[in-house]
């Protein structure tokens, strides 16, 4: 436990959740917003809840619009997305800063594309909340002849014009390497359900709530976090399209992902409650077992709520620096060339 440092993170963690306070539907009453509205983009993806600004709409046309394009004009509908200014965070070293404006993001889109391709995502479940948005994608490539899908969840800030201001996209390229590397390390390639699903439900998490569950996560505190959850099935990286729905598969999942790190300083960043879910960003640093420099990393939580009751929990992140250093990690880039 890290009771030393966390004793005076109450006060920080409750500072910065101010700035991003859980705001329930019937709060949003912006002039122009429609609960139902951007009709036209509901087609394309599963769900769209919250009030849906016109920012929030055409942000989400844009980006279905990048998801299906497979021309050489995709670069530049991605690109559109942005502001000119704005900035993109992926994990990395904590000494790297964001890739911040637009010649920095398209010369990143550029050198990805060139290394997939056929890359491409349909827009799954999305949470709007005033400028914030969480678009979940269902996303997909071909690398190096093995097909792969894998969750994404896009979290961000929108401005005028409904370009991105802040974007952090949260993903597994762990799955990306593995059929590349089959001796990349998985911490989580064996963890299982005990015999006996857990029994009763507990309410969804109230914002009044949040302050302790940052702290759960930087104590690495592993009960806390599975305990209050009780009876939601957990979905997690490294699960391969599974759940866990006993206690004692979901806390051996994060005490599997708590062994692999150290030093946890995740802040609270965007917090975005509609209906039938809660989502929470957590995001700062921590340090991967065996590397000497910390990196900047980041975990969206998902809650499910069913008529008040905490019905499912998803956990969104990278499992890739946790068991590659920088070294490692550009080498495998190298293989995808």
């Given at each position: 436990?890290?009771?030393?440092?966390?004793?005076?993170?109450?006060?920080?963690?409750?500072?910065?959740?101010?700035?991003?306070?859980?705001?329930?539907?019937?709060?949003?009453?912006?002039?122009?917003?429609?609960?139902?509205?951007?009709?036209?983009?509901r087609?394309?993806?599963?769900?769209?809840?919250?009030?849906?600004?016109?920012?929030?709409?055409?942000?989400?046309?844009?980006?279905?619009?990048?998801?299906?394009?497979?021309?050489?004009?995709?670069?530049?509908?991605?690109?559109?997305i942005w502001?000119k200014d704005?900035t993109?965070?992926?994990?990395?070293?904590a000494?790297?800063?964001?890739?911040q404006?637009?010649?920095?993001i398209?010369?990143a889109?550029?050198?990805?594309?060139g290394?997939v391709?056929?890359?491409?995502?349909?827009?799954?479940?999305?949470?709007?909340n005033?400028?914030?948005?969480?678009?979940?994608?269902?996303?997909?490539?071909?690398?190096?002849?093995?097909?792969?899908?894998?969750?994404?969840?896009?979290?961000?800030?929108?401005?005028?014009?409904?370009?991105?201001?802040?974007?952090?996209?949260?993903?597994d390229?762990?799955?990306?390497?593995?059929?590349?590397?089959?001796?990349?390390?998985?911490?989580?390639?064996?963890?299982?359900?005990?015999?006996?699903?857990?029994?009763?439900?507990?309410?969804?998490?109230?914002?009044?709530?949040?302050?302790?569950?940052?702290?759960?996560?930087?104590?690495?505190?592993?009960?806390?976090?599975?305990?209050?959850?009780?009876?939601a099935?957990?979905?997690?990286?490294?699960?391969?399209?599974?759940?866990?729905?006993?206690?004692?598969?979901?806390?051996?999942?994060?005490k599997?992902?708590?062994?692999?790190?150290s030093?946890?300083?995740?802040?609270?960043?965007?917090?975005?409650?509609?209906?039938?879910?809660?989502?929470?960003?957590?995001?700062?640093?921590?340090?991967p077992?065996?590397?000497?420099?910390?990196?900047?990393?980041?975990i969206?939580?998902?809650?499910?709520?069913?008529?008040?009751i905490s019905?499912?929990?998803?956990?969104?992140?990278?499992?890739?620096?946790?068991?590659?250093?920088?070294?490692?990690i550009?080498?495998?880039?190298?293989?995808?060339?």
């Open positions: 436990m890290k009771a030393t440092r966390m004793a005076g993170m109450g006060l920080a963690v409750g500072a910065v959740l101010a700035l991003c306070t859980i705001v329930s539907p019937a709060q949003a009453t912006d002039e122009g917003w429609d609960r139902a509205g951007c009709a036209e983009a087609p394309e993806v599963t769900s769209i809840s919250g009030w849906v600004s016109p920012n929030a709409c055409t942000f989400i046309k844009r980006q279905i619009k990048f998801g299906k394009v497979t021309t050489p004009d995709r670069v530049s509908a991605y690109v559109d502001s704005a993109l965070w992926e994990p990395a070293k000494s790297r800063l964001p890739l404006g637009e010649e920095a398209r010369k889109i550029s050198q990805t594309l290394l391709p056929d890359f491409r995502f349909r827009g799954t479940r999305i949470a709007v005033g400028p914030a948005v969480m678009f979940e994608a269902h996303n997909e490539a071909t690398v190096k002849g093995h097909e792969i899908a894998y969750p994404a969840v896009y979290r961000v800030q929108l401005a005028d014009g409904g370009k991105v201001v802040q974007g952090r996209r949260y993903y390229r762990h799955t990306w390497f593995k059929p590349l590397d089959p001796e990349l390390p998985d911490p989580f390639a064996d963890v299982a359900d005990g015999s006996t699903p857990d029994q009763g439900r507990k309410p969804v998490l109230d914002p009044d709530e949040l302050v302790a569950r940052g702290e759960a996560w930087n104590n690495e505190d592993a009960e806390a976090l599975v305990g209050r959850l009780t009876g099935p957990l979905s997690a990286p490294g699960l391969n399209g599974g759940t866990l729905r006993t206690t004692q598969g979901k806390l051996d999942y994060l599997r992902f708590f062994d692999q790190v030093d946890v300083q995740l802040q609270p960043g965007q917090a975005v409650k509609v209906d039938g879910a809660t989502y929470l960003e957590w995001h700062g640093t921590l340090l077992k065996g590397q000497t420099e910390s990196v900047s990393f980041g969206i939580e998902r809650v499910g709520d069913t008529s008040g019905s499912d929990w998803t956990l969104t992140f990278d499992r890739l620096p946790l068991v590659a250093d920088e070294a490692k550009i080498e495998l880039y190298g293989r995808l060339r």
